[in-house]
């Protein structure tokens, strides 16, 4: 038996979540302040903007934390870097 499914997951999650809500869990840390979720029924993908609220995961958004994920861990890189090397 196949089941109807849409996009971002099956129809009785996406009709479920349209009811009760979405239950997110943080799919990737981009950087300590912005993470991306996902809808553990329906698959919806969001992340944080600049103001702190929720927004839908569009590519453009994906590509702007993929980027800002790359600062972010070439910065952090660096000044543990050099902490351990105050330290020695």
Do not use: W
């Not at 809500?21 to 809808?39: A, D, F, L, Q, R």
């Amino acid at each position: 038996m196949n089941k109807a499914t849409t996009p971002n997951g099956n129809k009785l999650s996406a009709f479920f979540c349209n009811i009760f809500g979405h239950k997110y869990i943080v799919s990737k840390k981009v950087t300590h302040h912005i993470k991306e979720y996902k809808c553990a029924h329906c698959k919806m993908q969001v992340t944080t903007d600049v103001n702190g609220n929720l927004s839908k995961l569009t590519p453009e958004l994906q590509e702007i934390n993929d980027t800002l994920e790359d600062i972010f861990n070439k910065r952090h890189r660096a000044l543990t870097t050099s902490q351990h090397q105050k330290v020695a």
